[in-house]
Structure formats: C-alpha cells, structure tokens
C-alpha cells in the first residue's frame, strides 16, 4: 500500500514527476519505463525548489541525487530512483510481500557488478522512497463501524460502543500484551502533503492557476469555474477567492471489488479527491486524482461512512479556516494555500450514504423529498414514481388528457425545492448513531418533518456547507446506463430486465388504464395471453433490431465491440459497461429504432436520446438551458403515454433534474 500498483500509482504520485529537464535522454529512459511525464512540469533543482517541501527538505535533496545516479558503473538504462519505481509498480501489481522483495534485492545486489546503488532490503528502498511523501496512516476501526481507535479511544482494545475486540481473535483468544491483526483497518492518505507538493513543479503550480489567468470567459459554461456555484464561493468568500491557488476540490466515493471476481461479496471503498483549479484537459486526469482514504471491506460502510470520513473532514477544515503554508515554485514564494470541497460525486446509493436521506421507498428523490410523485403497484410490488405533468407550464394540453395518463387532470404544481441551510434546520436535531448493532439511527425531535433523512451528514462540520448551491451531485452515468437498461430491455422482453410483463398488466388493470392491455385467458389450457402494446416487437423486428447492432462497426477504443455484446439467438444485449451503454444511448439508439417502432414511440425515445447527447456536451449554452428543461418534461410525459408505469423507476424520474444541476455546476464530464 505504498501508491505503487501500476493501476493506482497515479492517486498517490498526484503528477509530482522527478527528471532532469536538461537530459533528452532521461525523459526517453523514463518514456521505455512506462512512467508518465508531462513535458515542463519538472522540478527546479535548486535550493528554493525543495526548501518549501513538506517533508524534510535535506531528505528531499538526496532524492534528487538519488533520481540522477545510474544503478551501477555504466548502466544507461535505469538509475537507482527509477528502479525503484519499476519495482514497487511490480510489487503492486503482483501483490509480492515484503520479506520476497528483500530476498530478491538481496540476490539482485550480489548478482549485479560491485558498487551498485540497489538496496539490500525492503527497509531500505522504503526509507529511500519516504522522501516522496507518500505517507498514509493506518487507522484500527471497528468491525460494526462504531468508531475509529484515534483521539480518545486510541488506547482501547474493545469498541465502547458494542463491545466487540479491536483485534482479530487467534484461538477465541486476545493476548493483551502482544496485539496481533487489527479487525479492520482503514487507510488514509494525508491530502495536505500533497496538495503542497502540486505547486513544487513550476507548471503545475502554474495550471493551478489556469480559472483565473487563461480561461475564457464568454457567457458558457465550459469548466466548473463558470458556474453559479463556484461564483457563489467567490461572492461570499472574497478573502478566499483573492487567490487564485486556493484549490477548489470535490470528493467521490465508490464500493469496488479489488479481488476482480464478480461473485465475491468483498467490498471496498476508496474515496478520491479531484482539483477543479486545473484546465479541462488535466482536471479529470487519472493523475490529478488523489486517493485519500481507503475503506477495507468486505462489508460497507453504508451511512456509517461519516466514521471513516472523520480525518479527511479535519483536514478540510484546517484547509479552510486557518491554511496551511505551502511553497510556489512558479512565483518562488510562500503562500498561504486553503480549499473548499465544491461537492461530492457518487452512485445513487452512494449518495444516500454521504447525504444522508433515503434513496429508495416513497421518498427516494433528494430534491422533492415528501412531494415525490409516487405510486405503489399492488402486483409489481414496486414503488414508481409518475406523474411528471407536474412540471409541465399551466395551460398545457397534456394536463388536461385524463384518459392517456391516469384517468386524472392535473392542475398541481412542482415540489418546493429545499435549500442547504432549510435542510441543515432540519437535520439539525437528528442525533447520530453509528456502528451495524445500533437498530435506530437517529433521534429527533420532529420525526414528521424527517422521513426522508436518516443521519446529519458530517459534511456540515464544514462551516460552508450549508451555503452550497448543490452539495451531492446525481452522476449521469450511472443514470443513463439504468434508463438504457429500461428501455432495450422492455423493447427486447429480456427477461428480468423488461418492465412490461404480466404483473405489469395486472397493476394496469388495478390503477384502471388502458384497458386494452389487460391480459386475456384463452384456449382450452387457460393460458394467458398479453395483448401487444405500442412499444411491443414482433420476432421480426426483434431480430432487425439486433442485426442493426450487430452491423455497426466504431473505431478503435470508442466503446467496446458492440457486435459482440448481441445476441441474434435470444435477443439480449449482455456485458454493456456503463461507457457502453452511453455510446448506445447517444449515439447508436436512434438509428436502430427508427424502422421498429410507431412513429409516437420512436419520437419519445429518440427525444430522450437528444436528451442526454446535448446533456453531455463539453460546452453548454446557458440560454439553451430552459428548453432542454423542458424538453425533458415532455419527453417523460410522451413515455408516461407509452410505457407502463413499472417502466418509471427513480432512475428515470432523476432526469428531470439533471438539467438545473448543468446550470448551477457547469458540464457533466467534469463529474
């Protein structure tokens, strides 16, 4: 865990390259060694580069030595710095321990000629490595997520909590004396070091400063700089808008599995820091992505994540209220740096965990809360959540077209939107309670007002917070991917996947619409029989439909092969990652339904294509905003007319608000 796994080095080296600029033949060594470098974003070897560093500056000095000796008499190929490298990516990568990697320099220093600067131990290459400042903490949490063993109850051996022992039991036993495998662990990253050493390289330190100097400024959006939401921050902080170092950062959060085995339950959570000071074309790169903490499974943490979050909120919040003394090397001088988290970018369910409230249920959408339009379906044994009408402008046709919709005229207004500082009077109350044996969650006061909150969020700490235009971000991803789903597998009847089946019916036939749909015994075995809908395909136009995929060819790496995700057997679409279903969505949908479909059906899905297309963009036209809105809400409404009710997930609803959060926090891509 030394930020060296060749698919992770980039979180912990945060760009902080080390060559030297007048050597054309260093930067092809280090081109062969698979090491990424940007050209100009070196390190001033000079005594003002490394006196602002944050580790000890005489240690830092002897790493540039170290970076600048061959790996014995005559080699040209490596030097003592970059074999390291080289060899803690492997390390990583192979999962070898530490006792293999010092027998392996053992023999690797007696093989090579005498005199060579390879490292006798493990030991050794970690002290040479440690000037890097690479440090992480590991701190013992408990197995129910109750607390963490630092501050006050770092000197305990069992939680206060619900009991359970701080270490893993060795024969039903714990030897108080000699402490053995912590029950779990978690993994924290300082940010501080390293957002100090970001402005040691005099071109990082100057992309840093890209919002303020460079960006152009002509009415849209392109960069999160352009945003209501970032000048929100400039207009009630001038002090810390007055320098334009002061990183703007957000934080995601996501469970993976690091055993790559798809039917392993294990979970893990890594926590990643993006900078938004960045231009666009580096903001988002792989190697301006900081990890922070790292969560060990195999369970999640779930709304118990504020546990973990803890030192991570700490640190941000010395970031903001008081800075820390950092060194400039583009200007050669101090500074005082601080930061602002802007928001958090998650999954749905991840967003419940970091807000909050409820993501599923009557009350799953975080911006109508208890006015969410709902409904239970009996048969389903579903909740869905219809009734977009709501959002049309009064005097629209569709308000008045009972029979299309739920047999009902709608003259009801949009949900009120609540503010960050409503939601922080009314979470205010709740008293948090962490850990898996705690059954209530919270206490309140007013528990009427709190159905849909179920913690206040640590987020709050931070004085600002509450004053955010958007706190947690919707990802659009994982949206789209879910409405894709819905649509190619209601189109196709994939089974488990289709919203329109025979318990579909049954809802329609309980709610009293479209009686046409509802499902007809017959024949002498009493087999039921589904009428066709206006979105069903026949066998024909089913395997049209798949032979249209099947034929298309994109280039290299612009998704993965769509032909081979096809399948003309069954009629299934298997295997489509999340990038995958956005190429389908945007790009290869349209064309394949245009020739399968009833004209109404095929426009309100295509609609909802140019819906996500123009989402997505990279520059967004701040005047087109309010169109785009209210497209989107007819579209709902023409599918609401077409589909049954089963089709309309959280997923689909959540669209509805994708628009305004463009408005307030600038393009997709950068979230």
């Given at each position: 865990?030394?930020?060296?796994d060749?698919?992770?080095?980039?979180?912990?080296?945060?760009?902080?390259?080390?060559?030297?600029?007048?050597?054309?033949?260093?930067?092809?060594h280090?081109?062969q060694?698979?090491?990424?470098?940007?050209?100009?974003?070196?390190?001033?070897?000079?005594?003002?580069?490394?006196?602002?560093c944050?580790?000890?500056?005489?240690?830092?000095k002897?790493?540039?030595?170290?970076?600048?000796k061959?790996?014995?008499?005559g080699?040209t190929?490596?030097?003592k710095?970059?074999?390291l490298?080289?060899l803690?990516?492997?390390?990583?990568?192979?999962?070898?321990?530490?006792?293999?990697?010092?027998?392996?320099?053992?023999v690797?220093?007696?093989?090579f000629?005498?005199?060579?600067?390879?490292?006798?131990?493990?030991?050794?290459?970690?002290?040479?490595?440690?000037?890097?400042?690479?440090?992480?903490?590991?701190?013992?949490?408990?197995?129910?997520?109750?607390?963490?063993?630092?501050?006050?109850?770092?000197?305990?051996?069992?939680?206060?909590?619900?009991?359970?022992?701080?270490?893993?039991?060795k024969?039903?036993t714990?030897?108080?004396?000699?402490?053995?495998?912590?029950?779990?662990?978690?993994?924290?990253?300082?940010?501080?070091?390293?957002?100090?050493?970001?402005?040691?390289s005099?071109?990082?330190?100057?992309?840093?400063t890209?919002h303020?100097?460079?960006?152009?400024?002509?009415?849209k959006?392109?960069?999160?700089?352009?945003?209501?939401s970032?000048?929100l921050?400039d207009?009630?902080?001038?002090?810390f808008?007055?320098?334009p170092r002061?990183?703007?950062?957000?934080?995601?959060?996501?469970?993976?599995?690091?055993?790559?085995?798809?039917?392993s339950?294990?979970?893990?959570?890594?926590?990643i820091?993006?900078?938004y000071?960045?231009?666009p074309w580096?903001?988002?790169?792989?190697?301006?992505?900081?990890?922070?903490?790292?969560i060990?499974?195999?369970?999640?943490?779930?709304?118990d994540?504020?546990v973990?979050?803890?030192?991570?909120?700490?640190d941000?919040?010395?970031?903001?209220?008081?800075?820390?003394?950092?060194?400039?090397?583009?200007?050669?001088?101090?500074f005082?740096?601080?930061?602002?988290?802007?928001?958090?970018?998650?999954?749905?369910?991840?967003y419940?965990?970091?807000?909050?409230?409820?993501?599923?249920?009557?009350?799953?959408?975080?911006?109508?809360?208890?006015?969410?339009?709902?409904?239970?379906?009996?048969?389903?044994?579903?909740?869905?959540?219809?009734?977009?009408?709501l959002?049309?402008?009064?005097?629209?046709k569709?308000?008045?077209?009972?029979?299309a919709?739920d047999n009902?005229?709608?003259?009801?207004?949009?949900p009120?939107l609540?503010?960050?500082?409503?939601?922080?009077?009314?979470?205010d109350?709740?008293d948090?309670?962490?850990?898996?044996?705690n059954?209530?969650k919270?206490?309140?006061?007013?528990?009427?007002?709190l159905?849909?909150w179920k913690?206040?969020s640590?987020?709050?700490?931070?004085e600002?917070?509450?004053?955010?235009?958007?706190?947690?971000?919707?990802?659009?991803?994982?949206?789209?991917?879910?409405?894709?789903?819905n649509?190619?597998?209601?189109?196709?009847?994939?089974?488990?996947?289709?919203k329109?089946?025979?318990k579909s019916?049954?809802?329609?036939?309980?709610m009293k619409?479209?009686?046409?749909?509802?499902?007809?015994?017959?024949?002498n075995n009493?087999r039921?029989?589904?009428?066709?809908?206006c979105?069903?395909?026949?066998k024909?136009e089913?395997?049209?439909?798949?032979?249209?995929?099947?034929?298309?060819?994109?280039?290299?790496?612009?998704?993965?092969n769509?032909?081979?995700?096809?399948s003309?057997?069954?009629?299934?679409?298997?295997?489509?990652?999340?990038?995958d279903?956005r190429?389908l969505?945007q790009?290869?949908?349209?064309i394949?339904?245009?020739?399968?479909?009833?004209k109404?059906?095929?426009?309100?899905?295509?609609?909802?294509?140019?819906?996500?297309n123009?989402l997505?963009?990279?520059?967004?036209?701040?005047?087109?905003?309010?169109?785009?809105?209210?497209?989107?809400?007819e579209?709902?409404?023409?599918?609401?007319?077409c589909?049954?009710?089963?089709?309309?997930d959280?997923?689909?609803?959540?669209?509805?608000h994708?628009?305004?959060?463009?408005r307030?926090?600038?393009?997709?891509?950068?979230?």
């Amino acid at each position: 865990m030394h930020g060296f796994d060749v698919k992770y080095d980039n979180w912990f080296w945060h760009g902080e390259e080390i060559r030297k600029s007048s050597s054309p033949q260093r930067e092809n060594h280090f081109q062969q060694q698979n090491i990424e470098f940007d050209n100009g974003n070196e390190l001033e070897m000079v005594n003002d580069a490394y006196k602002g560093c944050c580790g000890d500056p005489k240690a830092f000095k002897e790493l540039l030595e170290q970076a600048e000796k061959p790996l014995y008499l005559g080699c040209t190929k490596f030097t003592k710095l970059s074999f390291l490298v080289k060899l803690f990516n492997v390390k990583g990568r192979f999962g070898w321990s530490d006792s293999s990697v010092s027998a392996l320099l053992s023999v690797l220093a007696d093989a090579f000629p005498k005199n060579n600067e390879i490292p006798t131990s493990m030991y050794e290459a970690k002290k040479t490595m440690s000037a890097l400042g690479l440090e992480y903490v590991k701190i013992h949490a408990c197995p129910n997520d109750c607390i963490l063993y630092r501050k006050e109850y770092e000197g305990l051996l069992e939680c206060p909590t619900c009991g359970l022992c701080r270490w893993k039991k060795k024969d039903g036993t714990v030897d108080q004396y000699r402490k053995g495998v912590p029950a779990k662990t978690l993994w924290y990253f300082p940010p501080i070091p390293r957002f100090k050493r970001m402005f040691q390289s005099s071109e990082t330190a100057r992309d840093l400063t890209w919002h303020a100097n460079e960006r152009m400024v002509d009415g849209k959006l392109r960069h999160p700089a352009d945003s209501p939401s970032w000048k929100l921050v400039d207009e009630k902080w001038p002090i810390f808008a007055s320098d334009p170092r002061n990183l703007r950062l957000a934080l995601s959060a996501d469970g993976i599995n690091p055993h790559s085995s798809l039917s392993s339950t294990y979970s893990c959570w890594p926590i990643i820091l993006i900078t938004y000071n960045l231009p666009p074309w580096l903001c988002m790169k792989r190697k301006f992505m900081m990890l922070s903490l790292l969560i060990s499974g195999p369970q999640q943490p779930g709304l118990d994540i504020d546990v973990y979050l803890q030192p991570l909120i700490e640190d941000l919040q010395t970031l903001w209220d008081v800075g820390v003394e950092a060194y400039d090397a583009y200007k050669n001088e101090y500074f005082n740096l601080r930061a602002v988290l802007l928001w958090t970018i998650n999954d749905f369910p991840a967003y419940g965990n970091l807000a909050g409230c409820t993501v599923k249920g009557y009350y799953a959408c975080p911006y109508c809360g208890v006015e969410t339009p709902k409904c239970r379906l009996k048969h389903s044994g579903k909740n869905v959540y219809i009734g977009h009408r709501l959002w049309l402008p009064h005097g629209h046709k569709f308000r008045f077209q009972a029979k299309a919709f739920d047999n009902s005229v709608c003259d009801e207004t949009p949900p009120k939107l609540l503010n960050g500082e409503e939601i922080f009077q009314l979470v205010d109350s709740i008293d948090n309670r962490w850990g898996k044996s705690n059954s209530k969650k919270r206490k309140s006061a007013n528990n009427d007002d709190l159905v849909w909150w179920k913690k206040k969020s640590i987020f709050y700490n931070l004085e600002y917070w509450k004053h955010l235009l958007v706190r947690h971000q919707l990802d659009v991803m994982h949206i789209e991917k879910n409405v894709c789903k819905n649509i190619y597998g209601t189109l196709l009847h994939i089974p488990e996947k289709s919203k329109d089946g025979l318990k579909s019916r049954m809802d329609l036939l309980e709610m009293k619409i479209r009686p046409t749909l509802a499902p007809q015994v017959k024949g002498n075995n009493n087999r039921t029989w589904l009428p066709p809908a206006c979105h069903t395909l026949t066998k024909e136009e089913k395997v049209r439909f798949c032979a249209a995929l099947k034929s298309i060819k994109v280039p290299t790496r612009y998704s993965s092969n769509i032909r081979n995700l096809v399948s003309k057997k069954d009629f299934k679409l298997q295997g489509l990652k999340s990038h995958d279903c956005r190429v389908l969505m945007q790009q290869l949908l349209p064309i394949v339904v245009r020739c399968v479909l009833p004209k109404h059906v095929k426009e309100a899905i295509i609609r909802f294509c140019f819906f996500f297309n123009s989402l997505c963009g990279t520059v967004i036209d701040v005047t087109m905003l309010d169109e785009l809105e209210k497209n989107i809400v007819e579209t709902l409404c023409l599918l609401e007319k077409c589909f049954p009710p089963s089709f309309f997930d959280i997923m689909v609803h959540l669209t509805i608000h994708l628009v305004s959060e463009v408005r307030q926090c600038g393009p997709v891509y950068f979230r």
